[in-house]
Nanobody
Framework: QVQLVESGGGLVQPGGSLRLSCAAS????????MAWYRQAPGKQRESVAYITAGGSTNYADSVKGRFTISRDNAKNTVYLQMNSLKPEDTAVYYCKADVRIDRGGRDDYWGRGTQVTVSS
């Protein structure tokens, strides 16, 4: 019914930047909160940032001032601009969207993730 596809991950040196994208498709009536999570090896998945349909944002303390979340409602897409990347940012990054489907209910949907590796 709803698919989320992330892109933009890769290998970057410390201090570098990456921009992640996540596009939602399917029988979408409305998308509420869109969010980014990450999971490093051996650790639990953690929230990185989220953005409401109206554009309000929230960030984890570890990324404040370095990451920026934004969305294009017309394209059902959320972005994560990551600057001043650190080795501890290395993780698989997942997109999540709170979606009401057309003529249906409301649920959370997840993408499959994109790998971000910060290393020299």
């Amino acid at each position: 019914q709803v698919q989320l596809v992330e892109s933009g991950g890769g290998l970057v040196q410390p201090g570098g930047s990456l921009r992640l994208s996540c596009a939602a498709s399917g029988t979408i009536f409305s998308i509420y909160v869109m969010a980014w999570y990450r999971q490093a090896p051996g650790k639990q998945r953690e929230s990185v940032a989220y953005i409401t349909a109206g554009g309000s944002t929230n960030y984890a303390d570890s990324v404040k001032g370095r990451f920026t979340i934004s969305r294009d409602n017309a394209k059902n897409t959320v972005y994560l601009q990551m600057n001043s990347l650190k080795p501890e940012d290395t993780a698989v990054y997942y997109c999540k969207a709170d979606v009401r489907i057309d003529r249906g209910g409301r649920d959370d949907y997840w993408g499959r993730g994109t790998q971000v590796t910060v290393s020299s």
